[in-house]
């Protein structure tokens, strides 16, 4: 499973982001991620990919859309 489908896959099933769920539509605009959705996944991105998601990387940009999350994961990986 590729990162872009995982992280889809938990937003779904954990946070109950609604389905069909596009990889470039806006989570942020559309209120489909809060804070608290915010934190589990940010648990999630760090015990799945074993990355330090820094506070620094908290901006709307890494973590607005399902391909955002997966681009920024790729990077965190090096």
């Known amino acids: 499973m590729t990162n ?8 779904v099933d954990e946070v109950g982001v609604r389905t069909p769920l ?4 806006d989570l942020l605009a559309s ?16 015990e799945s990919f074993a990355i330090e998601v820094g506070d620094e990387d908290l901006i709307p940009e ?13 990077s965190k990986q090096g």
């Open 31 to 46: 209120d489909q991620l809060d804070s608290q959705g915010m934190m589990e996944l940010v648990a999630f991105i760090e």
């Open 4 to 11: 872009t489908n995982t992280i889809a896959q938990f937003l």
């Open 22 to 25: 596009e990889p470039d539509e």
């Open 62 to 74: 890494n973590f607005k859309s399902v391909d955002a999350i997966a681009s920024y994961v790729t």
